[in-house]
């Protein structure tokens, strides 16, 4: 009897959950595109200057490493940036959700956790109707197999992990430094900087590659590389090294968020 | 049947003015050994209470005494440092409303935010709108942003929501009146409307005759400690008497 009465609870807890991310969604896209022309395609916007600019410069040099191939290396820093572009501005809205929130969050019984969840969800909303099309219709030009089609949702979900826990730790972080988002801003940079968007990883010396490596960026975007562009079947090795990075990361976020959840409670 | 217990309950509280928060500062205070933890206030000391269904309860006391906070560790919103908490059936907080609305999106969808928030389904609220538009006479305005409304037609939307919903206990800090003479008479309807039936109601007021006359029973805290909890004239009285 017991049991069943907790199993009720936990359904309506879940049930609630996803009633409040569904709103908390919905609200968040109405507002930033609201009376927009582009709409939701706005968010396609940055990715396709940001890659027209690296290719009008970087483009002939770097041709040589993609097989002398400008659309190669277009493609590559194409896929790159629309990764990258996801994680950055998911998880700096994440960043300052729960604090814009604190008013709320006093007066209602709330699971804190909503805010950043629901920024990263929006995201995810905006590059399923945005750049995953984009992918899907390459993937389709260039394996022309459909295993590398399911394939191209792994990397996608390990950098929905990896974003989440790191949105959940730094919107937690925010609350005790509020001199935070400088210093994210710079995290974010080294990120950028050290994860092979624009570049090949080829041109990087041998000494300074294994840091790299450590980028959790890294192996996600050369996983979706590999699925969308080579052609070849899916590497697997990837696609896990892949996940272990935003599985570890999601764990450390969560973790860190309940433990520090009843001590910031005081400070917002 | 009781509703609401509290055991021994403790909660102590960061004060805010302690606190920097300076990621350079912090980090430079820890290098140089000098970083400390800070400091607690002890806003909750060991409180009993229990609480029957249906009883009205009046919280009293002066500034910083905890009366806000007893309700928020009852919501739920704090979890207490040390003792127990148990509370049977949903809450509805009435605590000065609109905090959960958004300027920029309609009226309509603000219900539905709002109601959600609150802890009601979606499918529940949709049928609530058109009532809730009708009591705080906003029909006219159902798909303008709040932004548009003026902050009298604010506050009464936000206390047409949370009273539309039939909670079993019901948490009121400092009662409100909103809106003009008219609207103010249909608010105290609706709140006696919760007083006549069995609704759980919890209130903390600085309007002492106020809870002399609704209230059955009062609480009297002061820093934190239960001083005093009897019939609401009783605790009323000591708290007079001791505090001139």
Not at chain 1, 39 to 53: A, E
Request: charged share 20%; hydrophobic share 45%; aromatic share 12%.
């Amino acid at each position: 009897m017991k049991l069943a009465l907790n199993e009720n609870s936990r359904k309506k807890q879940i049930q609630r959950y996803w009633e409040l991310l569904q709103i908390l969604v919905t609200r968040n896209l109405k507002i930033r595109y609201r009376g927009s022309f582009l709409g939701v395609y706005w968010s396609l916007l940055n990715p396709l200057i940001m890659t027209g600019l690296y290719t009008a410069i970087f483009g002939a040099s770097f041709a040589e490493y993609y097989n002398n191939s400008i659309w190669n290396y277009i493609l590559a820093a194409f896929t790159g940036m629309v990764v990258f572009n996801f994680f950055s501005t998911s998880t700096s809205q994440a960043l300052v959700s729960v604090l814009d929130n604190g008013v709320l969050l006093n007066k209602i019984r709330l699971p804190v956790t909503i805010f950043p969840v629901s920024m990263i969800a929006a995201n995810v909303f905006q590059f399923s109707v945005g750049a995953l099309p984009l992918l899907v219709v390459m993937t389709l030009i260039n394996s022309k197999n459909i295993i590398n089609l399911i394939a191209l949702f792994l990397p996608f979900i390990a950098l929905i992990l990896f974003s989440t826990g790191v949105g959940l730790l730094v919107s937690a972080l925010y609350i005790f430094f509020r001199d935070l988002p400088y210093f994210y801003e710079l995290v974010a940079f080294v990120l950028w900087i050290s994860s092979p968007v624009f570049y090949p990883a080829a041109i990087v010396p041998e000494k300074v590659k294994p840091f790299l490596e450590l980028n959790p960026i890294t192996p996600i975007i050369e996983s979706l590389r590999q699925i969308v562009l080579s052609g070849a079947s899916p590497d697997l090795s990837l696609i896990g090294t892949a996940f272990l990075g935003g599985i570890i990361f999601f764990s450390l976020g969560c973790i860190c968020f309940q433990l520090w959840r009843s001590q910031f409670m005081d400070l917002l | 049947m009781e509703v609401i217990r509290l055991d021994r309950v403790s909660l102590s509280r960061r004060t805010q003015e302690e606190f920097s928060y300076d990621l350079k500062k912090t980090a430079l205070l820890f290098l140089q050994g000098k970083y400390r933890q800070p400091a607690r206030n002890l806003v909750l000391n060991k409180i009993d209470l229990v609480i029957e269904k249906g009883e009205k309860i009046g919280i009293i006391g002066g500034n910083g005494a905890g009366k806000s906070t007893i309700l928020k560790v009852i919501s739920g919103i704090l979890e207490p440092t040390s003792g127990k908490v148990r509370v049977q059936g949903n809450i509805a907080p009435l605590i000065e409303l609109g905090a959960g609305f958004d300027g920029k999106i309609s009226v309509t969808d603000n219900i539905l935010l709002y109601g959600i928030l609150l802890g009601f389904s979606r499918k529940e609220m949709k049928k609530r709108v058109k009532d809730i538009l009708e009591f705080a006479e906003l029909e006219d305005y159902a798909l303008v942003p709040i932004n548009g409304l003026s902050s009298g037609m604010v506050a009464r939307l936000g206390f047409a929501i949370a009273t539309d919903v039939q909670p079993d206990i019901l948490i009121l800090d400092e009662v409100l009146s909103v809106g003009d003479e008219s609207f103010k008479k249909k608010c105290k309807r609706r709140i006696d409307n919760f007083w006549h039936r069995d609704t759980t109601i919890l209130v903390v007021s600085h309007d002492l005759d106020f809870v002399r006359q609704s209230c059955e029973r009062a609480i009297w805290l002061d820093k934190g400690k239960l001083r005093f909890a009897s019939h609401a004239n009783e605790t009323v009285d000591y708290y007079l008497n001791s505090v001139n």
